[in-house]
């Protein structure tokens, strides 16, 4: 029985999956990678330095002409979900489907997953540190530098995403789903980053639960999991799709 054909019977069997997702799974919307041996951050670390909270408390100005940059925000609101947010979604149709994703981007929203916890925040929206004051993306875009709309507060806005040096406020929620849950897939994800990559530990070790790993390069711990398909993500859901239908 191929990997594929193993993959497909354990999600027939599932009333409830976590998928965790990392930056893989959007390079097919056009969103680079951030980790993989060609990724973002690979090619410049010096990017982890200025997207820092301690770079943004330093220098707000420069930090989001960098942010702008660095995120491609102009071009955002152009990107689409794709095959993979896709099918994700899909598995909503007779299962409980809980995201728990890395990317900042909002596409499993985009393409109607209906729960999703952002583990690093998100690109769409910002707030100000001094009354709390949301912007949405659009307000972003309206100047170099966001301030804050409050005529009397005017501060400059901080991104809605989790920086470099930030707390993750969102592990505890994550390890609720996967509580909940009788399968976790991991998708597109180098499982570099700490605390996240302890989820799939969290799931196999703790929990129990059958894990899958899908992603186009080895990671560390590939030894976590139950089955790993490696190669395109989109090729493999291609694959997964034709099982699951038989």
Not at 30 to 59: A, H, K, L, V
Not at 156 to 165: A, E, N, Q, Y
Request: glycine share 6%.
């Amino acid at each position: 029985m191929s990997d594929v054909t193993q993959l497909a019977k354990l999600i027939k069997q599932a009333s409830a999956i976590t998928v965790l997702t990392g930056a893989g799974v959007s390079t097919a919307s056009g969103i680079p990678d951030f980790r993989s041996s060609s990724g973002m951050w690979t090619e410049d670390r010096s990017r982890e330095y200025y997207m820092s909270t301690r770079y943004f408390s330093r220098d707000p100005i420069d930090f989001w002409r960098r942010y702008k940059d660095i995120f491609h925000i102009k071009l955002m609101q152009n990107y689409k979900p794709n095959l993979v947010h896709t099918f994700i979604k899909d598995l909503e149709k007779d299962k409980r489907v809980y995201v728990v994703t890395q990317n900042v981007d909002g596409l499993h929203q985009a393409a109607g997953s209906s729960s999703v916890i952002e583990y690093h925040g998100s690109l769409h929206t910002a707030t100000c540190p001094v009354c709390g004051t949301k912007m949405s993306s659009a307000q972003i875009l309206e100047e170099e530098t966001p301030r804050c709309h409050n005529e009397s507060c005017q501060t400059i806005v901080r991104p809605d995403i989790v920086l470099f040096g930030d707390p993750i406020s969102k592990h505890s929620e994550a390890e609720h789903v996967i509580n909940s849950s009788d399968l976790v897939l991991t998708l597109g994800t180098s499982l570099q980053v700490s605390p996240f990559n302890m989820l799939p530990e969290y799931a196999a070790y703790e929990r129990g639960l059958p894990t899958a790993l899908l992603n186009g390069e080895p990671t560390m711990m590939d030894s976590l999991f139950s089955l790993q398909l490696r190669g395109d993500l989109s090729e493999t859901v291609l694959s997964l799709k034709k099982e699951l239908s038989e």
